[in-house]
């Protein structure tokens, strides 16, 4: 049996790790001349977005026998609305590191593999499917779906980061949501040693927004982040990536084709994470493929979570800076703080996207009207 797969990143990795392991060679094509080339950047996993699956990584190692080491285990995540910071404490996730860091996570996979790839390729999607029984497309974003009539875009972002070196607590990151600053979107610090983070903002490409000057929201959410960390951060690295395509597909699956990864819709709207999904997929079309399941089937949960995540994003999208306020500060009292902390720590399978997303529609459907 022939497969090709298109893209050596997480999902197309994770993909070929377990079709190999099952007995079938993939050959991988990579446009890039090497796994995980491109800027390093950090990122993180956290379990309460995962559910009804407890902890992210000790799952992926006991269900399919795939080892991704983290950066650090979070044991505090600080949240900082306009006016407001509160925290959530224990064991809620995982940062890892991403494209060329000797630790990123397309790295490690990489190690576990054992089939070829084929670095610098130009090989076109057509002349593939003509080639090979199976063709797996996992370029990390949605742009063959969308050629092939089967991505609905629900709406692209852009981001700004860079690496920033000052003193950092490995294990707290920083999420920031302040429209004052960042419109309609949130900014984030995940620090990768006790001396480098990435410092990153995203915002959805509405009108309003693409109107603003890039680089001076850049400055203002810089100082923001730098005050309320109380130092000077130094910048290295900096990068911007546009037009970041955030959908999913109307079928994973179109005769020969697979869809995996970004390719299938793996981002989630509402606050951007996507690498636990996209292993998720890689591993489920492999599934198919060896006869072990049905990739439909198994994905159908993931579009259910991919739109719960969408009526989030309008949820934070129609919530003003005074409402974030008292949505952080609440964090803080007494009761829901403890009450938090349970519902995103790794010992509970509580679904709490699942369960608010009615609430979240009916708040939006109010708002909207
Ligand atoms: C700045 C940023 C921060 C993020 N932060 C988080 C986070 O904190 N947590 C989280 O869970 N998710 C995060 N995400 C999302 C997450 O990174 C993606 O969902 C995930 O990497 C998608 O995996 P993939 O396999 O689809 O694509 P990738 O891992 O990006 O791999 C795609 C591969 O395909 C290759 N390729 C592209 N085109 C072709 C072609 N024509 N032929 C051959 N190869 C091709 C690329 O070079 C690349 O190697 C973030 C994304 C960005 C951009």
């Not at 902890?55 to 505090?76: A, T």
């Not at 700004?160 to 900014?187: E, L, M, Q, R």
């Not at 203002?220 to 005050?227: H, I, M, Q, R, V």
């Amino acid at each position: 049996m022939k497969v090709a797969i298109m893209g050596a990143g997480i999902s197309g990795l994770s993909c070929a790790i377990m079709l190999e392991r099952n007995g079938i060679e993939p050959t991988i094509f990579e446009k890039r001349s090497r796994v995980g080339d491109r800027f390093i950047n950090a990122e993180s996993m956290f379990d309460i977005l995962n559910r009804p699956i407890k902890d992210c990584l000790p799952y992926i190692k006991e269900k399919f026998n795939i080892e991704l080491q983290p950066i650090s285990e979070v044991d505090k995540l600080f949240i900082h609305s306009k006016n407001e910071v509160s925290s959530i404490d224990g064991k809620i996730g995982y940062t890892n590191m991403r494209g060329r860091h000797e630790e990123s996570f397309e790295r490690q996979l990489e190690k576990q593999l054992k089939s070829k790839i084929i670095f610098n390729s130009t090989d076109q999607y057509e002349t593939l499917c003509k080639e090979f029984d199976y063709v797996i497309l996992a370029t990390g974003d949605g742009e063959y779906a969308s050629n092939l009539g089967n991505y609905r875009c629900d709406l692209t972002c852009t981001i700004v980061g860079a690496t920033v070196v000052g003193d950092f607590i490995k294990s707290n990151p920083h999420v920031w949501f302040n429209y004052d600053i960042i419109p309609k979107g949130y900014g984030w610090l995940i620090p990768f040693s006790e001396k480098e983070a990435n410092l990153v903002m995203a915002y959805p490409d509405y009108p309003n927004n693409i109107k603003l000057d890039r680089q001076s929201m850049w400055q203002k959410f810089y100082d923001l982040a730098s005050n309320n960390l109380e130092q000077n951060f130094k910048v290295r690295d900096s990068f911007q990536i546009t037009r970041y395509m955030m959908g999913i597909c109307i079928r994973p699956k179109i005769d020969n084709t697979y869809f995996i990864g970004n390719c299938f819709g793996t981002i989630s709207p509402g606050l951007g994470f996507g690498q636990f999904v996209s292993i998720l997929t890689g591993v489920y079309c492999a599934y198919d493929i060896l006869g072990m399941g049905k990739y439909e089937k198994l994905v159908e949960p993931l579009f259910e979570n991919y739109n719960n995540s969408l009526v989030l994003r309008r949820y934070l999208e129609n919530l003003t800076d005074e409402e974030l306020d008292k949505i952080v500060k609440d964090l803080d009292n007494k009761l829901l703080d403890k009450l938090i902390d349970k519902l995103c720590d790794n010992k509970t399978s509580v679904d709490i996207l699942k369960i608010s997303t009615p609430i979240m529609k009916l708040i939006n459907k109010i708002k909207e009207d």
